[in-house]
């Protein structure tokens, strides 16, 4: 683990987040959890289990039996508590879309798990991992998050392409779509985080698999124009207007 803990601290150094960046893993079920792996007394969400991790440095283990949102539970491929058509509705009910045909395009388009493939799933501090991530995550503000897209763009530089929505946003568009493309994603936090979470005004997610970690702090060390925080050009001598 002591790569991914280096990795971890490096991640730190060159952005100061102010919360821990996070390792996630998808186990086939609770008995591949590491020692000490913290499991929730009360059903939880995945984005609760995210801000306990990042801001606590707890490693926690969340299965079917211990998720208390149905969208998790869905997308997650375990056993939900409502169908397609219940949660399209909440999604309507909650304003989410003018009619019906938009809100059952929501679910149809949400990125889901293979049903049944993984049982659970595994958060853990980065700079403390008790787990070989499959993917990362980094909360942070807008300009931590623009020196991670430089990271990114550093090796072929292409433009990252994410498609955001408001919706399901840390637990789905963050973690299951860079896990099933194996692409970074900018993720803007969506309710749930906010209110549930506790996800601050400011912060915005930066989800990398793991594979490219090194690649995008390589990125990172290269761009000499600014790193973070951002310095500001100053204007010398200051400027008094009327002395």
């Known amino acids: 683990m002591e790569n991914w803990m280096n990795i971890g601290k490096t991640f730190e150094e060159l952005l100061r987040p102010q919360t821990y960046p996070l390792a996630v893993k998808f186990m086939k079920d609770e008995s591949e959890f590491p020692e000490r792996t913290r ?82 799933v595994v958060v853990s501090p980065l700079t403390r991992t008790k787990i070989v991530p499959d993917v990362i995550l980094i909360y942070g503000n807008p300009a931590q998050i623009m020196r991670l897209l430089q990271g990114r763009m550093y090796k072929e530089g292409e433009k990252l392409k994410s498609e955001l929505a408001g919706i399901m946003a840390s637990c789905t568009a963050g973690i299951i779509r860079t896990f099933n493309t194996g692409e970074c994603q900018v993720v803007v936090p969506g309710n749930g985080d906010r209110v549930f979470a506790g996800t601050n005004d400011s912060e915005l997610l930066f989800t990398i698999p793991a594979t490219k970690a090194e690649d995008i702090i390589e990125g990172m060390k290269a761009q000499r124009f600014a790193k973070y925080p951002i310095p500001v050009s100053l204007q010398l001598p200051p400027p008094f207007p009327g002395m």
């Not at 909650?94 to 293979?114: C, H, K, S, W």
């Open 39 to 120: 499991r929730p007394e009360q059903k939880i969400a995945i984005c609760q289990a995210l801000t306990l991790s990042r801001k606590f440095g707890w490693t926690m283990g969340i299965t079917e039996e211990d998720c208390g949102c149905p969208g998790a539970s869905l997308t997650y491929g375990w056993t939900s508590p409502v169908d397609e058509s219940s949660l399209a509705q909440f999604f309507q009910m909650a304003g989410y879309a003018a009619d019906e045909t938009g809100t059952q395009r929501i679910v149809d388009n949400l990125d889901r798990l293979e049903p049944g493939k993984y049982g659970g």
